[in-house]
């Protein structure tokens, strides 16, 4: 069974820029969530998207917002790019509740702003 | 809302010996999952343990086990002889049991050094 897969793997861009990564969970899990992960930071959660709809939200601005398709994928985009948006985002996936709790991750995407 | 605390930012342990990484939590719910990740320097995240907050009974997994007490809110994991390929960041991990979602919250993370 294929894990939870996102790309770009790593990624760099400028200041003002806007970047869409993407996520495919894990064939039958509907529920999708993103973190940022900075050394200043830690891990940080950003949204839950169930059945094409976002469940929750982080304290994030609006700058950060996602989607999710008929088929479980999910993008998050970030405009209007930071430096301080540079980090390593996670996406991971779970099923449906009620479930085991565990939420299973993918390698991350590594995006560098300049 | 709830945190979660590891105060050991560090560790290092001999291999084949056991060490000890703590987590506390602070939390107003009666049902919820704790979790230990794991982050290797590859960066993938995989789960170590998990235990349910109405077990009394620690998990155990092979090497690693834990020691929950839900009333102090504190959770610990325990390595058992230790490996070289046991070096990774490890985040203790908090989330609701109920359907609202699967929202976790992290600890700041322990960095673990095995030495041969």
């Known amino acids: 069974k294929a894990g939870v897969t996102q790309t770009p793997r790593y990624l760099i861009k400028t200041r003002g820029q806007q970047v869409t990564l993407s996520c495919s969970p894990i064939?039958?899990?509907?529920?999708v969530s993103w973190y940022q992960q900075t050394p200043g930071q830690g891990l940080q959660f950003l949204f839950e998207?169930?059945?094409?709809?976002?469940?929750n939200k982080g304290n994030f601005p609006g700058r950060f917002s996602g989607r999710q398709f008929s088929n479980s994928r999910s993008e998050m985009n970030v405009s209007t790019l930071e430096l301080g948006d540079s980090a390593l985002y996670l996406c991971?996936?779970?099923?449906?509740?009620?479930?085991?709790?565990?939420?299973?991750f993918g390698e991350g995407s590594r995006l560098t702003v300049l | 809302a709830q945190t979660v605390t590891q105060s050991q930012p560090e560790m290092s342990v001999q291999e084949a010996e056991t060490v000890t990484l703590s987590c506390t939590y602070d939390t107003s719910e009666s049902d919820y999952y704790l979790f230990w990740y794991k982050q290797p320097p590859s960066r993938q995240m995989i789960l170590v343990i998990r235990?349910?907050?109405?077990?009394?009974q620690n998990a155990t997994e092979n090497r690693f086990s834990v020691n929950f007490q839900k009333a102090a809110k504190s959770f610990s994991l325990k390595i058992s002889d230790s490996q070289l390929g046991d070096a990774a960041m490890y985040f203790c991990a908090y989330r609701r049991n109920d359907n609202a979602g699967n929202m976790l919250t992290f600890g700041g993370g322990t960095r673990l050094m095995v030495k041969p």
């Open positions: 235990q349910e907050a109405y077990k009394q």
């Open positions: 064939s039958g899990h509907r529920s």
């Open positions: 991971a996936s779970s099923l449906p509740a009620p479930n085991t709790g565990e939420l299973f």
């Open positions: 998207y169930f059945s094409e709809t976002q469940r």
